[in-house]
């Protein structure tokens, strides 16, 4: 239901309001059915018990050519390359398991009952989570990641071609466009990460190009709409689909995972600085009086932090002096 106010204007200025109700109905069929979630799966020869998800729901409230199709259609072009490699051969130290998820509109039921049913080992086997929803909506290249692959994010995207200029790289423009490399923070339940990274604890990106496309949710979500406006030429697919193939390479291939948790322990800190902040400021419930008399204590959560932040430096200085470290700086 929704309440529409017109407003209209007389010659002689007297204004009057006319209120219209409007009520929107819609009719559907009720009934439960099975959903299916299709996995494709490459073994890995060292690590065969850490695995490497990409991700992708195939279910549209319409044509879907975007939402998610769009998505689709990289990953099945992943997929594509990487039988190209075994074919020559290769062979990933980790598993990498391509996910086909289902029911994503209705909540993502698919991804979340099978992260319900296999919780126990998700998060200690796999290593990473990478989703792509969208993946072409319009101009400009977006990511949201957790703070420990941010890194690896910034790299990979230095080594893939722009779609709109062949003299630059996505990092190239990303900064141009930005003047910062803005990487987002996960959050919420906008799309099939949520589950793995919510539930699961398990580090996770998203990947899209555009934002807020203007028929989303609509009947002009359709093949027309892409090809002539969203990504005529599928080059923007084609980006997509290298940043995304790549970050799984390097997660699945590197001898040392490439994280970075020192980039994550200094988001725990400014998070805690914030909470400080808005103490002080008085715009949170727990008044900064009340920790500076001790009632309620930051001790133990910034001893952790202080911990965390100690592991993650020494990690990264053994990483970089490792000959594998340095190995995969030079890829």
């Known amino acids: 239901m929704g309440l529409c106010k017109v407003y209209a204007s007389s010659s ?20 439960i059915a099975t959903i299916h979630n299709v996995f494709a799966v490459i073994r890995g020869s060292e690590e065969p018990d850490r695995y490497v998800l990409l991700g992708n729901h195939r279910d549209a409230w319409t044509y879907g050519a975007v939402d998610p199709n769009s998505g689709t259609a990289v990953l099945l072009d992943i997929a594509r390359r990487y039988a190209l490699m075994m074919r020559q051969g290769w062979q990933p130290r980790r598993t990498i398991v391509l996910c086909s998820w289902d029911a ?57 071609q722009d779609p ?12 141009i466009t930005n003047k910062v490399i803005n990487i987002q923070r996960l959050s ?5 990460f949520s589950p793995l990274l919510q539930h699961a604890g398990v580090p996770s990106v998203d990947l899209y190009y555009g934002r807020d496309f203007p028929v989303y949710y609509t009947a ?14 599928f080059q923007h697919h084609v980006a997509v689909s290298g940043v995304w193939g790549l970050l799984a390479l390097h997660l699945a ?5 490439p994280f970075n948790y020192v980039s994550y322990t ?4 400014e998070l805690l600085l914030t909470v400080l902040l808005s103490a002080t400021l008085g715009t949170t419930q727990i008044s900064y009086a009340t ?31 490792s000959p594998y470290g340095q190995l995969d700086k030079e890829q």
Do not use: R
Request: glycine letters at 8%; aromatic letters at 8%; hydrophobic letters at 45%.
């Open 164 to 175: 709109d200029s062949e003299s630059m790289t996505i990092y190239d423009n990303w900064m």
């Open 104 to 160: 994503e509109e209705f909540g993502m039921i698919g991804s979340t009952e099978w992260v319900e049913q296999n919780l126990l080992n998700l998060g200690s086997k796999v290593v990473a989570y990478l989703n792509v929803d969208c993946a072409v909506q319009g101009p400009g290249f977006f990511a949201g990641a957790t703070p420990q692959l941010d890194n690896l994010l910034i790299e990979v995207a230095k080594k893939v």
């Open 188 to 192: 919420g339940v906008d799309s099939d």
């Open 266 to 269: 200094e988001q725990l800190w």
């Open 253 to 257: 291939d590197d001898p040392i995972l």
């Open 220 to 233: 002009f979500d359709s093949y027309n709409w892409m090809t002539n406006h969203g990504d005529p030429l």
């Open 12 to 31: 002689i200025d007297i204004k009057a309001m006319l209120q219209v109700l409007i009520i929107f109905m819609g009719e559907a069929e009720k009934k």
């Open 291 to 321: 920790w500076v008399k001790g009632t309620v204590s930051l001790h133990p959560i910034t001893a952790s932090i202080q911990e965390l932040t100690s592991a993650a430096e020494e990690a990264e200085g053994e990483a970089s002096s």
